[in-house]
């Protein structure tokens, strides 16, 4: 069974940018191939790790769902179903990507997403680390579509309402009942002058703060020029802040 990673925050804080950064640490230490599992609505991780997206899940729902894709003589709709979800996988020399996209529109793709939950399932069971990049709402975490998560990473800005919207998704997590090991938080886009003022807020989520990453001009510029944050330098401070947070966390 692989090791289950999971990133999940409000938009625009520092999600992806962990999450690739997190798969570059589990390469460097040789804990591949790693399954990245693109759970965000907005799909951007591909970009991050320099992967081409095959081919969504929620399209292939659609289609699925609609008989767009003519069942081929000889396979039941199990196995074209699995046969797709292998052909929307993004494959890299060290990371393989499967993006669920979305949003899946009107209807019940109850069948599907069953059959889903169980190729995805299977799928991670390829690979000794799943890390999934996912949005605040925790969807695909609350609809099951993915299995037990290890450790769940909630990110927040260097901003009040960032954390307090943390402090929400730990809510949702222990309302949900969510089979989560364990939790922490990560504050992106650190600026160390005014970071001390927001420890209270902090303090009121539950939450426990297991690292920090730094504000930093080199993921600004990757971001400018596009270029794969999974190439950012040995030296980068961002890279070194993900390092101890894995460290810590006992993953790397
Ligand atoms: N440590 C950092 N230093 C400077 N800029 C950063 C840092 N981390 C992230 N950014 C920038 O902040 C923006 C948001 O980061 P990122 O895309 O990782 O967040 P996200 O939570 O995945 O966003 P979304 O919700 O839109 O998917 C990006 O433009 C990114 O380049
Ligand atoms: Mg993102």
């Not at 990245?36 to 320099?50: C, H, I, P, S, T």
């Not at 060290?94 to 889903?116: F, K, R, S």
């Not at 809510?171 to 886009?189: A, F, H, P, T």
């Amino acid at each position: 069974m692989s090791f289950n990673i999971a990133v999940a925050g409000k938009g625009g804080t520092g999600k992806t940018t962990l999450c690739s950064l997190i798969i570059r640490q589990l390469v460097k230490a040789g804990k591949k191939p790693v399954f990245a599992v693109d759970a965000d609505a907005n799909v951007n991780l591909n970009e991050a790790l320099g992967l081409e997206v095959e081919g969504s899940i929620a399209d292939l729902l659609v289609r699925i769902n609609n008989n767009l894709d003519p069942l081929p003589a000889g396979m039941t709709k199990d196995q074209f179903v699995e046969f797709k979800v292998h052909q929307s996988l993004s494959e890299g020399d060290n990371v393989d990507l499967l993006v669920m996209g979305g949003p899946e529109g009107a209807g019940c793709y109850c069948y599907a997403n069953n059959l889903l939950r169980g190729f995805v399932a299977d799928l991670s069971k390829n690979y000794p680390y799943m890390v999934m990049d996912n949005e605040a709402g925790l969807e695909h975490l609350s609809r099951r579509t993915t299995q037990n998560v290890d450790v769940l990473f909630i990110t927040s800005d260097c901003s009040a309402r960032g954390i307090r919207s943390a402090g929400r998704v730990r809510e949702l997590v222990e309302n949900l009942k969510l089979d989560i090991k364990k939790m922490y938080l990560v504050v992106s886009r650190v600026n160390e002058a005014t970071f001390d003022a927001l420890k209270p807020e902090i303090e009121k989520t539950g939450l426990e703060l297991i690292g920090t990453i730094p504000m930093d001009e080199q993921v600004m510029e990757y971001d400018l020029l596009s270029k794969p944050l999974i190439n950012l330098p040995d030296e980068s401070p961002v890279v070194a802040a993900v390092n101890d947070i894995l460290t810590k966390a006992a993953i790397i």
